[in-house]
């Protein structure tokens, strides 16, 4: 007992630290989403994946109280301390926070396989009306141990990691269905270098908050900066991930962007050798970026809301279709005045989020002919 304690009190300890002491690629919390009727309970699963070994973990879920209340929360993982939980402390609240941490045996074990941290039931209002209902992830974070480490805080370095948020779906004929694409966190005026007057702040913004694109820096975007073969398929990986739920593999690779040229290659949104590997580093043009993008989700997902022409995209050319496909959908468009695509150039990081969020986001595609 006096060992877990002391865990205990030392997770709670390291979790006021500002900086994860070093960074684990990939590391993430999932919560799944799910759907239901006013009156069901639905269950819904917080795990760990690509786990770089971890001994402790805390995180808070939010969600609207007066739709959602939490019934239930359990975990049959006895490597870690049973989950403390009482409905009557739950029936207003708006909040659950999750703590784990390692039951250990003599020796602190670290937990280096993925798995599920807890199953909450959440009860849906009798009276909740027709709608998507966000459960957010926040104020989390994850610890691993260093037994070679001579005071607390250095035992217990943070690990870096995200979390993504989910949903869930009512509808009182049971036919509602959660978006593919939701918010998982929330941007404040992060980057200095992108203003709120600024013709790409809301598509920054947005993307950032659907965690489709990050900084360069803490407080840096870098919009004018041009997008690279390598930074494109990565993004392309991605967004095919998060829509179809597939994992990209990334351990043991040469290069960064191996794993998600790999993924992007096995699910056919390129060909294998489409981009030349001494390429990955090297801009992407406007036109092979509109290849790629106008193939990562199934056709449905590209409805054409308008017929936009664009002046210098003809019918000899090898991006034509699949820059019309995204023009007709209103996820691109030509530049104000000319109507020109130039599919030569090289497109721009802000320019890039547009196509993003417009994926993403539906409500975000320009109709306009």
Known sequence: MKKISVILAVLMLVSTLALPAFAADGA???????????????????????????????????????????????????????????????????????????????????????????????????????????????????????????????????????????????????TATVPKFLASRTYANNFTDVPENAWFYTYVKTAYEYALANGTGKTTFSPDNTFTVAQALTAAANIHKAYTGKTIDTAGAANWFDPYVSYCVANGIIKEGQFAADKMNQPISRGDMAVVFANILPENEYTAIREKALSDITDDMACAAAVRKLANAGIVGGDAGTGKFRPEDGIKRSEACVIFTRIAASAMRDATK
């Not at 994946?49 to 971890?54: L, R, V």
């Not at 402790?56 to 989950?83: H, I, N, Y």
């Not at 480490?149 to 989910?166: H, L, M």
């Open 28 to 174: 993430s919390f999932t919560v799944s989403s799910g759907a239901g009727k006013p009156g069901d309970t639905v269950s819904v699963t917080v795990a760990i994946k690509n786990n770089p070994g971890i001994v402790g973990m805390q995180m808070d879920l939010t969600f609207d109280a007066s739709v959602l209340t939490v019934v239930s929360c359990t975990s049959s993982d006895t490597r870690f301390l049973p989950v403390p939980f009482d409905a009557k402390n739950y029936e207003n609240a708006s909040k659950i926070t999750l703590v784990r941490a390692v039951a250990p045996l003599g020796e602190i074990p670290i937990i280096k396989d993925d798995f599920t941290i807890a199953t909450l039931g959440f009860k849906i209002a009798d009276t909740a009306a027709d709608g998507v209902y966000e459960i957010k992830a926040e104020n989390f974070s994850a610890y691993t141990y260093d037994a070679a480490a001579t005071d607390a805080k250095q035992a217990f370095p943070y690990v870096d990691v995200t979390a993504g948020s989910a949903a869930i779906a009512v509808s009182k004929d049971g």
